[in-house]
């Protein structure tokens, strides 16, 4: 049960003040990515899927390090919550705010300044189906 984690703080000045702080900042390499760089708003493409997804991520208001946010899928709209650690992405969605309804796992694209991230995305059914998909912040 994750509920905890799904509780967005979606608030313009984070996001304001976060960005102005990475645009001011080198290239890092994809290990030395942090939680900033992910703040704001992504586009998500699906492999194998008709229609992509806007991402928007926030720092977490629980859990440091970590961000919280919403997916919205020409309308439909889950709740996420991830982390990243060394390059490595991990988030869960959450279509009911309860229970996770699909897994992200990628990694930070090196070159590309914690703007791109890759990996694979899998719905939690029965049997689970995983698509490739790639982030790109916006």
Same mark, same amino acid.
């Given at each position: 049960?994750?509920?905890?984690?799904?509780?967005?703080?979606? *608030?313009?000045?984070?996001?304001?003040?976060?960005?102005?702080?990475?645009?001011?900042?080198?290239?890092?390499?994809?290990?030395?990515?942090?939680?900033?760089?992910?703040? /704001?708003?992504?586009?998500? =493409?699906?492999?194998?899927?008709?229609?992509?997804?806007?991402?928007?991520?926030?720092?977490?208001? +629980?859990?440091?390090?970590?961000?919280?946010?919403?997916?919205?899928?020409? &309308?439909?709209?889950?709740?996420?919550?991830?982390?990243?650690?060394? /390059? +490595?992405?991990?988030? =869960?969605?959450?279509?009911?705010? *309860?229970?996770?309804?699909?897994?992200?796992?990628?990694?930070?694209?090196?070159?590309?300044? &914690?703007?791109?991230?890759? /990996? *694979?995305?899998?719905? +939690?059914?029965?049997?689970?189906?995983?698509?490739?998909?790639?982030?790109?912040?916006?």
């Amino acid at each position: 049960m994750i509920c905890r984690s799904f509780l967005p703080a979606l *608030t313009a000045g984070a996001l304001l003040a976060g960005s102005a702080a990475l645009a001011a900042s080198p290239c890092p390499a994809a290990n030395q990515v942090s939680q900033g760089h992910l703040l /704001g708003l992504w586009r998500a =493409e699906f492999e194998g899927l008709p229609r992509g997804a806007t991402v928007l991520m926030e720092k977490h208001p +629980e859990d440091e390090g970590r961000v919280s946010g919403m997916i919205n899928r020409d &309308g439909e709209r889950s709740l996420l919550a991830g982390e990243l650690d060394d /390059g +490595e992405f991990m988030m =869960e969605e959450s279509a009911d705010g *309860t229970h996770i309804s699909g897994v992200w796992t990628g990694e930070v694209a090196e070159g590309s300044c &914690g703007r791109e991230i890759r /990996g *694979t995305w899998q719905e +939690e059914k029965d049997p689970p189906r995983p698509y490739p998909f790639v982030l790109r912040k916006q």
